[in-house]
Nanobody
Framework: VQLVVESGGGSVQAGGSLKLSCAASYTGGRNCRGWFRQAPGKEREGVATIHTASGATLYSDSVKGRFTISRDNARNTVYLEMNDLKPEDTGMYYC???????????????????WGQGTQVTVSS
């Protein structure tokens, strides 16, 4: 049973937009939700995080100003709206849930213990 499921990936041209969704059927009190991505031959990197209670967000420098993470707690769903996409945004995008004390979430992978299977985003030039 997959507890975290991503959707919304696809292929777009540079400058285009996509909106990813991450639906969780159970997160066991994990208060952080994050989006990570992995390009071929590269390590998985944190893109954006959101604290489900405080709403505090964090973005990597590479996506700041172009991507927006949001949550709908009633639906236990997190979104990643991606605008002005670039070829370097290409990769598999993963949603993850984790727990961190405090009111904001970091992008340390070890903080996230529940992962989805990913959704592919391809941006062509």
């Amino acid at each position: 049973v997959q507890l975290v499921v991503e959707s919304g990936g696809g292929s777009v041209q540079a400058g285009g937009s996509l909106k990813l969704s991450c639906a969780a059927s159970y997160t066991g009190g994990r208060n952080c939700r994050g989006w990570f991505r992995q390009a071929p031959g590269k390590e998985r990197e944190g893109v954006a995080t959101i604290h489900t209670a405080s709403g505090a967000t964090l973005y990597s420098d590479s996506v700041k100003g172009r991507f927006t993470i949001s949550r709908d707690n009633a639906r236990n769903t997190v979104y990643l709206e991606m605008n002005d996409l670039k070829p370097e945004d290409t990769g598999m995008y993963y949603c993850a849930a984790g727990y961190r004390a405090g009111t904001y979430c970091n992008t340390a992978r070890l903080s996230y213990t529940l992962w989805g299977q990913g959704t592919q985003v391809t941006v062509s030039s």
